[in-house]
């Protein structure tokens, strides 16, 4: 996976995608239109409860005794993922192929917070995350893109360049630290330690931590400063970085190892997943939206359908042209 200065391979996205973010299309704005056929995998979500107690009542700020109490306990808390499937049946709502996960848990109105909900029984239900698949979720995905390219050892893979620590940039060095002394050991709160600073400061013509005239300077980032200066593969909405990388440098769960975008200190399974990749014959094209909770894939009928059928996915077929805006699920209302 070498990361590529020429990113001529990507135009024609840019040639088969909307340039205005409408509901109406806002599926095209990040996925080509013109495939045969097109399936939505949704990434999975997860639940958990404490054992032999339940969660605490909510909103947190209404019952921080009770969340203090609740963490001194200690409790062991159950974990598990959860289809969106089994998340419409706790919650009585339907399953299909333009759900989106707020009406799926209920919660209609944005502002009240949709991340966490609890459901029957005690658990508490967490939003699928945005922009990634999970690793397992890629690796299962690939095993089917391989064969339905020409090209499954040559192909692209593109990753958002706005990821925190990803590329370098032109900024500040980190925020000052200061170092006080107190004969009082109980006070040690952060507004005290700003005071005595501003006291120290006081009786000074010069603070040297606080120059308004300092410059940026360069910050580098997770990749060479070769490639964070580099030029970028630019669609409507999104700059992407471009990497080399067939279908198959993902069949295997350990992709993320040789990943240059993620970090050895990274965790594999909340490695990033590629946001757009595609195989050199253009045979079908994986879009992970950074601000969506499923990845779709464009690609022919025979593929779609075998995605649709795998069972380490939960995928259905979708129609070209859908709204997969937040507000987009017509069914439930």
Same mark, same amino acid.
């Given at each position: 996976?070498?990361?590529?200065?020429?990113?001529? &391979?990507?135009? !024609? /996205?840019?040639?088969?995608?909307?340039?205005?973010?409408?509901?109406? $299309?806002?599926?095209?704005?990040?996925?080509?239109?013109?495939?045969?056929?097109?399936? %939505?995998?949704?990434?999975? #979500?997860?639940?958990?409860?404490?054992?032999?107690?339940?969660?605490?009542? /909510?909103?947190?700020?209404?019952?921080?005794?009770?969340?203090? #109490?609740?963490?001194?306990?200690? &409790?062991?808390?159950?974990?598990?993922?959860?289809?969106?499937?089994?998340?419409?049946?706790?919650?009585?709502?339907?399953?299909? &192929?333009?759900?989106?996960?707020? %009406?799926?848990?209920? +919660?209609?109105?944005?502002?009240?917070? !949709?991340?966490?909900? %609890?459901?029957?029984?005690?658990?508490?239900?967490?939003?699928?995350?945005?922009?990634?698949?999970?690793?397992?979720?890629?690796?299962?995905?690939? %095993?089917?893109?391989?064969? #339905?390219?020409?090209?499954?050892?040559?192909?692209?893979?593109?990753?958002?360049?706005?990821?925190?620590?990803?590329?370098?940039?032109?900024?500040?060095?980190?925020?000052?630290?200061?170092?006080? @002394?107190?004969?009082?050991?109980?006070?040690?709160?952060?507004?005290?330690?700003?005071?005595?600073?501003?006291?120290?400061?006081?009786?000074?013509?010069?603070?040297?931590?606080?120059?308004? @005239?300092?410059?940026?300077?360069?910050?580098?980032?997770?990749? $060479?400063?070769?490639?964070?200066?580099?030029?970028?593969?630019? /669609?409507?909405?999104? $700059?992407?970085?471009?990497?080399?990388?067939?279908?198959?440098? @993902?069949?295997?769960?350990?992709?993320?190892?040789?990943?240059? !975008?993620? $970090?050895?200190?990274?965790?594999?399974?909340?490695?990033?997943?590629?946001?757009?990749?595609?195989?050199?014959? *253009?045979?079908?094209?994986?879009?992970?939206?950074?601000? @969506?909770?499923?990845?779709?894939?464009?690609?022919? +009928?025979?593929?779609?359908?075998?995605?649709?059928?795998?069972?380490?996915?939960?995928?259905?077929?979708?129609?070209?042209?859908?709204?997969?805006?937040?507000?987009?699920?017509?069914?439930? *209302?």
């Amino acid at each position: 996976m070498d990361w590529i200065a020429d990113t001529s &391979p990507g135009d !024609w /996205l840019r040639e088969r995608v909307d340039t205005a973010w409408t509901d109406a $299309s806002a599926m095209h704005t990040v996925v080509p239109r013109g495939f045969p056929a097109y399936a %939505r995998i949704f990434h999975p #979500a997860s639940r958990s409860r404490p054992v032999g107690q339940p969660w605490p009542p /909510l909103p947190y700020d209404d019952h921080a005794r009770a969340w203090a #109490a609740f963490g001194r306990s200690q &409790p062991q808390i159950d974990t598990e993922n959860v289809t969106w499937a089994q998340t419409a049946t706790t919650f009585e709502t339907r399953m299909h &192929p333009e759900a989106q996960w707020n %009406r799926i848990v209920g +919660a209609h109105d944005p502002e009240q917070g !949709w991340q966490q909900v %609890r459901g029957p029984e005690g658990w508490q239900y967490d939003a699928p995350g945005e922009g990634r698949m999970d690793v397992a979720q890629l690796a299962a995905l690939a %095993r089917l893109l391989s064969p #339905a390219t020409t090209t499954p050892h040559h192909g692209y893979a593109g990753v958002w360049e706005g990821y925190g620590g990803l590329v370098g940039f032109m900024g500040e060095t980190p925020s000052r630290a200061v170092l006080t @002394f107190s004969a009082d050991p109980t006070v040690d709160d952060d507004a005290s330690l700003q005071d005595r600073h501003r006291a120290m400061l006081g009786p000074s013509t010069r603070d040297p931590f606080n120059n308004v @005239f300092r410059k940026p300077t360069w910050q580098p980032g997770l990749l $060479s400063d070769e490639i964070s200066r580099g030029p970028r593969l630019e /669609l409507p909405q999104r $700059s992407y970085l471009l990497f080399s990388a067939g279908a198959t440098a @993902f069949t295997d769960a350990s992709w993320p190892d040789l990943a240059p !975008w993620v $970090s050895p200190d990274e965790a594999r399974a909340w490695a990033q997943t590629p946001n757009v990749m595609w195989p050199a014959d *253009r045979a079908w094209v994986v879009v992970s939206e950074i601000d @969506f909770d499923s990845t779709v894939v464009a690609g022919s +009928a025979e593929l779609i359908a075998a995605i649709c059928a795998s069972p380490g996915l939960e995928a259905l077929p979708l129609r070209e042209g859908a709204d997969l805006t937040w507000d987009g699920d017509e069914v439930n *209302r």
